[in-house]
């Protein structure tokens, strides 16, 4: 059984939310969520179709000051039942980002003999979850709750600046032209890289030039 589905999680997990929001003002984790797209209309993937479920995607990024093994780290898409969608592994070094798709989750929940489900998240309001395993525990590494024109058709949502609370939409792909905060900034989603929101924008930009961006493939 994997270290993180154990019972007396949500003991745990609720104290660590009080400890999470009780941290003063410029205090954070080091490894937190940084950007998602839950409906996507891009070959993310690069597999050479679009799909529902293998092309969604979380990024999470390390903005602490040394190297985090992030095999101790996994993503949910819920708060109060917790269901492993993915374990990260490997080394991420300070400023560095990692990102996995739904193909990605999916097949390591086929290999962990966890369903294939993927990364399961909704279209509508929804949320994502970063689990840090601390020796028997399980603590709170950062949560994002989303609302649904937040994560419309190929519309991301991140974190700007990396060290800060403040989210926005990335929705260069599909334009929001609604009144809600965060609005529109016509950004572009970056799965892979920090988002400088504005060093890449969507203007003057065809689905052509777009696709050339990315490296993806025509499909």
């Known amino acids: 059984m994997l270290k993180s589905a154990r019972k007396g999680l949500y003991p745990f997990f609720y104290t660590s939310l009080l400890i999470l929001f009780s941290l003063p003002s410029g205090s954070f984790a080091d490894v937190v969520i940084t950007e998602l797209l839950a409906a996507p209309g891009t070959d993310w993937s690069g597999d050479g179709t679009i799909d529902w479920r293998d092309d969604e995607w979380v990024e ?19 708060l109060d039942d917790s269901p492993i969608r993915y374990r990260f592994s490997g080394m991420l070094e300070p400023g560095e980002v990692a990102w996995v798709t739904g193909q990605e989750a999916r097949a390591w929940q086929l290999e962990m003999g966890l369903g294939g489900a993927g990364l399961s998240l909704r279209n509508t309001s929804g949320e994502v979850v970063l689990y840090h395993d601390i020796g028997d525990s399980v603590a709170l590494a950062d949560v994002i709750v989303y609302e649904t024109y937040q994560v419309d058709y190929e519309r991301a ?17 599909n334009l929001y032209h609604g009144s809600q905060e965060p ?34 493939p025509d499909s």
């Open 183 to 216: 609005g529109s900034t016509g950004c572009l989603p970056s799965p892979g890289v920090i988002n400088d929101c504005g060093d890449v924008s969507s203007s003057g930009l065809d689905w052509g030039n777009l696709k050339g961006l990315y490296g993806l």
């Open 60 to 78: 999470i990024a390390n903005r602490g000051d040394s190297a985090v093994d992030l095999i101790d780290y996994w993503v949910s898409d819920e």
């Open 157 to 173: 949502l991140g974190r700007h600046p990396l060290d800060s609370e403040n989210w926005m939409l990335f929705d260069g792909l």
